[in-house]
């Protein structure tokens, strides 16, 4: 199993980290403040891409992809989404 990425070598804010932090924990309204929070520029963009290489054998790679939205997993949301609003 590959080592977990030390949190200050991160480019990006990691959604673990985010979901601990007390600004969300004590925020009106968690999903706007997490939302901005998950915002990024170009350049930060750019250097997650430069310190990922390597994907699957990187660490911070998979820190970073968890719970993202890819196209490995966006059939499996789409069908998610589709089970619930058949629900109703």
Request: net charge positive; charged share 25%.
């Amino acid at each position: 199993m590959a080592e977990e990425p030390h949190t200050a070598d991160v480019p990006v804010p990691l959604l673990d980290d985010l979901m601990i932090h007390p600004y969300y924990l004590g925020a009106e309204d968690p999903r706007t403040w997490l939302r901005r929070q998950m915002l990024l520029s170009h350049e930060k963009v750019y250097q997650t891409a430069a310190a990922t290489i390597g994907q699957r054998e990187n660490a911070l790679w998979a820190a970073v992809r968890k719970l993202s939205i890819t196209a490995s997993n966006f059939g499996h949301i789409l069908s998610a989404f589709d089970r619930k609003k058949s629900k109703f």
